[in-house]
């Protein structure tokens, strides 16, 4: 099996654990979610590739820039299903504000020289 094939099933492993764990516990799968192993595990797979170091800070700085335009979403989409929206309108206006915070991050990144 290629290495490519053992990174994509250990991770989509994760995100089916996941899924299995909210089904009995919502909060404890959001908890799981939180947690930063996506980042962790995408800097393991980038340090066997390149066992660079500058690369992976680089890229561990970077994700924490990139997770804060992220946040909201978790609060828009809660909000609009208790206010009677449908999972996918409220899931679609919630990744349209992430997708619009992302660019509002990479507009002003330069001008406070955020390394993104």
Same mark, same amino acid.
Request: contains cysteine.
């Given at each position: 099996?290629? /290495?490519?094939? @053992?990174?994509?099933?250990?991770? %989509?492993?994760?995100?089916?654990?996941?899924?299995?764990?909210?089904?009995?516990? !919502?909060?404890?799968?959001?908890?799981?979610?939180?947690?930063?192993?996506?980042?962790?595990?995408?800097?393991?797979?980038?340090?066997?590739?390149? =066992?660079? %170091?500058?690369?992976?800070?680089?890229?561990?700085?970077?994700?924490?820039? /990139?997770?804060?335009?992220?946040?909201?979403?978790?609060?828009? @989409?809660?909000?609009?299903? =208790?206010?009677? @929206?449908?999972?996918?309108?409220?899931?679609?206006?919630?990744?349209?504000?992430?997708?619009?915070? /992302?660019?509002?991050?990479?507009?002003?990144? !330069?001008?406070?020289?955020? !390394?993104?």
């Amino acid at each position: 099996m290629s /290495y490519l094939a @053992v990174k994509a099933i250990l991770s %989509g492993l994760l995100i089916a654990a996941i899924s299995q764990i909210a089904l009995r516990s !919502p909060g404890f799968a959001a908890l799981v979610a939180s947690l930063p192993l996506v980042s962790i595990l995408g800097m393991i797979w980038l340090w066997n590739d390149t =066992r660079d %170091g500058a690369r992976i800070a680089s890229h561990s700085e970077a994700t924490f820039w /990139y997770v804060l335009p992220s946040l909201p979403m978790f609060l828009l @989409v809660p909000w609009l299903m =208790r206010q009677d @929206v449908g999972f996918w309108p409220a899931l679609s206006l919630g990744c349209a504000l992430t997708v619009a915070l /992302y660019f509002g991050l990479m507009w002003l990144a !330069p001008r406070f020289n955020l !390394p993104l």
